[in-house]
């Protein structure tokens, strides 16, 4: 099946710990993007990226980090140094052109105890 | 800075018609879409508009005026699975939401 893959699904993790969540694709689509949403808001862009080896901060980039060596796979560190980490993140992938529609993967549930 | 603005809960009945309505501020723009969004789920795609006008997809009917910066998603027929959170987003070198419409719909 094409799609995206995010994992994992729930996660936990100590104050103080850096966490990676993973983001694979497989629809062959250049751009990806990861997003934030906290319960009863909006997706809040994080960072993303048009191409391999090349990415952009998003609005609220502070405390999170992203790598991009593979077209399919476009991890998102959230360091220690976000302060409020507790979160659904979401992974998506697009094309060039078009309407841009974003494939978006099931989301990972990050909570900070 | 970039913005869009959209009702944060919008109440109809089922079978009636529902207009959720989008302003938008970017520096950029290539296109106005709209997704859909259930809880605990991830974000659909409905529709998209890069030109004035509307357009029709079933039930859903998405229209933009570039001029007004302003959009909405008319949604006809409402069924209670329509119940979700609705995103209007801009595209221009990325990809931009809003805060989300939560629609409610009363049997």
């Known amino acids: 099946d094409g799609g995206i893959t995010q994992s994992p699904k729930y996660l936990f993790r100590k104050e103080g710990q850096n966490v990676t969540l993973s983001c694979e694709q497989n629809l062959n689509h250049d751009a990806m993007y990861w997003y934030r949403q906290d319960p009863g808001q909006g997706l809040r862009l994080i960072y993303y990226?048009?191409?391999?080896?090349?990415?952009q901060k998003g609005d609220i980039a502070e405390g999170y980090s992203v790598s991009r060596e593979k077209k399919e796979s476009f991890p998102l560190t959230v360091t220690s140094a976000q302060k409020n980490p507790t979160a659904f993140y979401l992974c998506a992938a697009t094309y060039p052109g078009g309407t841009g529609e974003l494939f978006f993967g099931e989301g990972s549930r990050l909570t900070v105890l | 800075g970039q913005s869009l603005e959209q009702p944060s809960e919008v109440t109809a009945v089922e079978g009636a018609i529902v207009q959720i309505n989008c302003t938008y501020q970017?520096?950029?723009?290539?296109?106005l879409s709209w997704y859909q969004q259930h809880d605990g789920g991830a974000p659909t795609f409905l529709s998209y508009?890069?030109?004035?006008g509307l357009e029709e997809t079933g039930r859903f009917s998405s229209f933009l005026s570039r001029s007004d910066s302003y959009g909405y998603l008319l949604l006809q027929e409402l069924q209670m699975k329509d119940s979700a959170s609705y995103f209007c987003a801009v595209r221009d070198d990325k990809i931009i939401f809003g805060k989300g419409t939560r629609l409610h719909i009363l049997p």
């Open positions: 990226s048009q191409i391999v080896n090349d990415f």
């Open positions: 970017t520096s950029g723009f290539y296109g």
């Open positions: 508009n890069a030109l004035d």
